[in-house]
């Protein structure tokens, strides 16, 4: 197949949902597709798409405010740029894009496929009317194909479950000896749990007397992120947890780097469409204690009992009976879940079957 791929922004800074579609990408190159990708700003993925032979083109920006007729001509030029690589399928990462891709069927005969790995906020008219030219969506759980099963129709939407590329490797099993360390490995974000998080601290401090250092590593790209990396900090000080709790640069390699910390914590606050750090870290032999958000008991189910959590006084003392040995967790178990649910190589193969699919409908 002749895949165009788009993608606003490829880089690895920004969170899982640029990456798994990298993963995603690569892998269906691997499987003999010609894959291009389309894109607006730069990223760090375009280097790595050259060394794996992956044509990208850079587009016009195209922004959802049809008033002015610049936009409308970006739009129209983007489109006409897709065109020219004569694709068989456009393939794109969000419904916002599905405003680029409706204009290129409009414009000759092909078929589009949408990743939706985000649960639905708002109601855009645009992208509902959009949408309807899309001729199959992969959603990444069936809490979002519900949601968007009112809008598309049950039918054109296939759940797919994220992935992540598995170690080729022995799995690690959990440390048995403790260095009193842990992590937590994302974007520094507001939503990500992560002012609830130093509560956690203060409560092992005073109430198990806890002293556990804390890595908070990722990366804070926007204004949002800088000014909420700032502030936490501060509160970091405020709080008197600047000797255990410390802020660090991302990571390349997640599952490596885990395999330091005696456990690694996802606290976020949202409904999370995977958490790809969660299966990371399994297979990293260190256990994740996970608040009960998105489809997180899904991903931890052998244990969900143990690592999953709703309030923060919870996790305190689930981390508590971890380092009191007061627990039957089987990570072996775990691994295996992982291993069989969430391999980006059997996903991408299941993808691959959707986009022929589509070619189908254009025929």
């Known amino acids: 197949m002749k895949i165009a791929a788009i993608e606003y922004h490829p880089t690895s800074t920004k969170g899982g949902s640029e990456k798994a579609f990298f993963e995603v990408l690569v892998g269906l190159k691997n499987l003999g597709h010609q894959v291009t990708v389309f894109y607006v700003k730069d990223g760090d993925y375009l280097s790595a798409y050259d060394k794996l032979g992956i044509n990208h083109v850079q587009l016009p920006l195209v922004v959802t405010n049809y008033f002015k007729f610049s936009n409308w001509k970006n739009l129209l030029n983007a489109s006409k740029t897709i065109n020219k690589t004569n694709p068989e399928v456009i393939y794109i990462n969000q419904l916002a894009d599905s405003v680029t891709a409706a204009v290129c069927k409009l414009l000759r005969k092909v078929s589009i496929v949408c990743h939706i790995r985000v649960p639905k906020t708002g109601n855009s008219k645009l992208f509902n009317l959009t ?3 899309v001729d199959y969506f992969i959603c990444v759980n069936h809490l979002i194909k519900y949601q968007y099963s009112s809008y598309f129709g049950g039918k054109k939407l296939i759940v797919v479950n994220d992935g992540i590329k598995m170690p080729i490797e022995k799995l690690p099993q959990i440390k048995s000896v403790k260095s ?3 992590t937590y490995l994302g974007r520094i974000s507001p939503e990500k ?5 130093l509560d956690t601290w203060q409560v092992l401090i005073k109430k198990y ?14 204004d949002i992120e800088k000014n909420y990396r700032e502030a936490l900090l501060k509160d970091i000080e405020h709080r008197g947890l600047s000797v255990l709790i410390h802020l660090k640069k991302p990571v390349s390699n997640p599952v490596q780097y885990f395999k330091a910390f005696d456990f690694s914590v996802f606290p976020s606050i949202i409904d999370e469409s995977f958490g790809r750090t969660i299966p990371e870290s399994i ?3 260190t256990p994740v204690f996970a608040r009960k958000v ?6 931890l189910e052998p244990a969900k009992g143990f690592l999953v959590y709703e309030k923060d006084e919870e996790l305190a003392e689930k981390i508590a009976l971890f380092y009191q040995s007061k627990t039957d967790l089987d990570i072996e178990e775990l691994q295996k879940h992982i291993l069989k649910n969430y391999d980006i190589a059997k996903n991408v193969i299941a993808i691959e079957a959707i986009l022929k699919k589509s070619l189908q409908i254009r025929h």
Request: glycine residues 14%.
């Open 180 to 182: 009193n360390t842990a």
């Open 209 to 222: 007397n806890l002293n556990i250092t804390l890595s908070i590593t990722g990366p804070a790209d926007s």
């Open 283 to 285: 297979l990293a032999g």
């Open 131 to 133: 949408g309807r030219l």
């Open 294 to 299: 998105g489809i997180v008991n899904e991903i």
């Open 193 to 197: 749990g992560l002012t609830q998080l």
